[in-house]
């Protein structure tokens, strides 16, 4: 099983590298860059959890009924992308189930920050993904949490994907500056000790970020954005399909899972 995440927000991340960028262009941007993962999902015929910012759905309401009519799921990445209070939890969960007319059970938090696992179930979110279970300088050490799911305060954590033993992380970064047969061998071994794959993108990857004057981001964020990175996508699809292995939104798979405990806790004779 492979669960394709897509985190869909303001486009600030210039804003970080000292350039300055519309509101209305941050939103087009991640606009542009959502309707080219519909279409790729459209024609691979696979479902996708897509956790959007209560800001961006207000703004684009239109975009959100659209990932739903197209059978994929909502989830939230909280209200502002470079903002966060705790009651922004049950705030975001309430404007996105309101605009998408479905339920929001799941959670991931920007920038994959760590974040209240007791404020997240007291909002109403059964799993959160959150956990980049790596360790990125600068942003975070998470190598003392579990690399597979696990539950944490009643709310089930399901981390990104990374490999066995060393913990190389296979998110979006790894996927804009690695080659494709390694990515796929690294996804290939990670399956196969798992049984599942967690991967998140972001939509403005698959836009062109190659202008440095304009964006001011560094090499390894624009390497292979735009059509070439919808190609590389399309290549891991196909490889992956190719392969006999499926694709699930992160919500179906964090109920089948908890499904199982449920059966199973009823299976165990009371002490």
Request: aromatic fraction near 14%.
């Amino acid at each position: 099983m492979i669960l394709l995440g897509f985190d869909v927000e303001e486009f600030d991340l210039p804003l970080e590298y000292g350039r300055s960028i519309s509101f209305d262009e941050q939103l087009s941007i991640s606009t542009n860059g959502t309707n080219s993962i519909l279409e790729l999902l459209r024609s691979a015929n696979i479902k996708a959890t897509f956790f959007c910012t209560a800001n961006y759905a207000l703004h684009k309401p239109d975009i959100i009924t659209k990932i739903v009519n197209e059978g994929h799921e909502i989830a939230s990445h909280g209200y502002y992308h470079s903002d966060f209070k705790p009651e922004h939890l049950k705030q975001s969960k309430e404007v996105l189930e309101d605009i998408s007319g479905t339920e929001v059970t799941g959670f991931r938090m920007a920038r994959m920050m760590p974040v209240d696992e007791a404020e997240i179930k007291m909002a109403g979110y059964t799993y959160n993904s959150s956990i980049n279970p790596t360790w990125l300088p600068g942003r975070y050490n998470n190598f003392d949490k579990p690399r597979t799911w696990f539950y944490e305060d009643g709310v089930l954590q399901i981390p990104a994907s990374v490999s066995p033993l060393v913990r190389f992380p296979l998110f979006w970064l790894s996927f804009h500056n690695l080659s494709l047969p390694l990515i796929k061998w690294i996804s290939l071994a990670a399956h196969r000790k798992d049984g599942y794959l967690n991967l998140y993108f972001h939509p403005w990857e698959f836009t062109d970020l190659h202008d440095k004057e304009k964006y001011g981001l560094p090499g390894y964020i624009a390497r292979n954005s735009g059509e070439l990175f919808i190609s590389r996508i399309k290549n891991f699809i196909e490889w992956a399909q190719s392969k006999g292995l499926e694709f699930s939104g992160t919500g179906d798979f964090a109920s089948s899972i908890m499904e199982k405990d449920t059966a199973t806790k009823k299976l165990i004779p009371a002490q």
